[in-house]
């Protein structure tokens, strides 16, 4: 029964994300924008210059992923690539005034789509989900990988 519960929770968890998704990424498109390059766009805007590597986790992509966000981003003139004063190896990525100009626009309509989607939840029921799914996610987190060799 356990297990039955596991996988029904898992069908259920990816058919609400991927509705969910779908209008974040109808959001971003509608303002010229993948929804990877949205949220390097809302990550900087929210925490300020951030190394290529901070970036990367905050969007959770590959290095390779990220540098090609970065790069299309920055052909569309709204991110910089900076070198660290102190350590010339580090590259931090910034909004130009451009790219500020644009999320500052376009994010709180992001927000009122997402609100939208997420609508069929009240505010009581968002706050008990997001304390659930933190909870699951950390758990997830830390087990081991199938597969995965034991630690030595």
Known sequence: MATETALKLWVVLSRAQAA????????????????????????????????????????LRSSGGITYVVDRLETKGLVRRRRCADDRRAIYTELTPEGGALIRRIFPLHAESLER????????????????????????????????????
């Open 20 to 59: 969910v998704a779908a209008h974040a990424e109808a959001d971003a498109a509608r303002h010229g924008l993948s929804a990877v390059e949205f949220g390097a766009l809302e990550a900087l805007y929210h925490k300020g210059p951030l190394l290529v590597g901070e970036l990367q986790r905050a969007v």
């Open 117 to 152: 989607a997420l609508g069929g939840l009240d505010e009581a029921d968002r706050r008990r989900a997001t304390a659930l799914l933190k909870r699951l996610g950390k758990h997830a987190a830390v087990l081991p990988r199938p597969g995965a060799s034991p630690a030595a």
